[in-house]
């Protein structure tokens, strides 16, 4: 069930797209994808970034709404990536005088996605360790490079020990999608950041020393409940360590008979034992998922045959 509720001040204003073919034009969505964006209303109020173009009427709607007549003071920019900062120029249009709130990598390429004329006087650089004082709310700023692009940052507001993770903790699927976190999650981990575990260990490492109560990110549930879950899960992939027991075998072949050759193999390994053999069929399955099960078993292989 959809559950966008977080406190009385710090409000959803995101919007699923359940319609999308391919999510970055590359990935099969079934169940499709959020686009998450918050809003936290205080002395000052800052929007937690934009949402991709798809929804930008959408998202305008929930953003009125929330604003229920007060102008925003702050953007916080924590991804240029399009489907978080398209409507970056939207804002600027609409707001004239808000600020946009973003590390010294996010100006530099700001430029290469909007043609902002006084970007220099509506800027507010941060860097990590910073703190924009809201009223009540306070965002404390951590740098999170290549989790997933360079300028990535994550903000904690301390006074509801909130984590907003940008992409980090994301999942594909639809707010109102009923299923598993962590198969959906681990296949976009590992498509979209698995080669970045190294920077992804250090954030954890950040993090561990907040007291954090809920996390939000970017795309996927708002995570309230049983938090040491989903930051072991990030722990175990982003130190690339086994997560379940078991071979993984994926098959192309041409004729049919190298995937053959692959099922006589799956048998015996379950006749002399093994306790999960998965045989992928590369040819027709999603590659996504060849990725993610590469990295979650213990033993994986790979056959290529031509005949
Ligand atoms: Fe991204
Ligand atoms: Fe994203």
């Known amino acids: 069930m959809k559950d966008t509720i977080i ?26 994808v959020s686009y998450n964006s918050y809003i936290i209303i205080d002395e ?17 709607q929930n953003l009125e709404e929330a604003l229920n007549g007060r ?6 920019i924590s991804h240029l990536e399009p489907d978080h900062a398209y409507n970056i120029g939207t ?25 902002i004329e006084d970007l220099e006087q509506r800027k507010v650089v941060v860097k990590d360790g910073d703190i924009l004082d809201l009223g009540e709310h306070k965002l404390h700023f951590i740098m999170a490079p290549m989790v997933h692009w360079p300028e990535v940052m994550m903000e904690y507001e301390e006074s509801e020990k909130i ?10 699927g639809t707010l109102d999608t009923d299923e598993d976190w962590d198969c959906e999650a681990r296949r ?15 954030v954890l490492k950040k993090a561990s020393s907040l007291d954090i109560k809920m996390i939000c990110p970017l795309h996927g549930p708002i995570l309230k409940e049983n938090l040491s879950h989903y930051i072991g899960k990030y722990d175990i992939w982003s130190k690339y360590e ?13 004729h049919g008979n190298t995937y053959k050759v692959c099922e006589e193999l799956k ?41």
């Open 7 to 32: 406190s009385k001040n710090i409000k959803y204003i995101g919007a699923d797209d359940k319609d999308i073919d391919l999510f970055e034009n590359q990935y099969i969505v079934p169940n499709g």
């Open 44 to 60: 000052k109020i800052a929007i937690m970034d934009t949402i991709d173009k798809r929804k930008t009427n959408e998202w305008l």
């Open 71 to 76: 102008l925003p003071d702050y953007l916080i």
């Open 91 to 115: 804002v600027v249009e609409k707001y004239p005088n808000i600020k946009l709130v973003g590390n010294n990598k996010t100006f530099a390429f700001l430029p290469q996605f909007f043609d």
């Open 163 to 172: 984590l907003f993770s940008a992409d980090g903790f994301g999942k594909f």
């Open 188 to 202: 976009y981990y590992f498509n979209i950041v698995g080669k970045y575990g190294v920077q992804v260990q250090s």
């Open 242 to 254: 086994v997560e379940s027991d078991g071979v993984y075998i994926a098959s192309a072949s041409i």
């Open 267 to 307: 048998n015996i390994l379950e006749e002399k034992g093994a306790s999960k053999v998965v045989l992928a069929d590369l040819s027709k399955e999603d590659f996504a998922e060849a990725i993610e099960d590469c990295f979650r078993y213990r033993k994986s292989s790979i056959c290529f045959g031509y005949i």
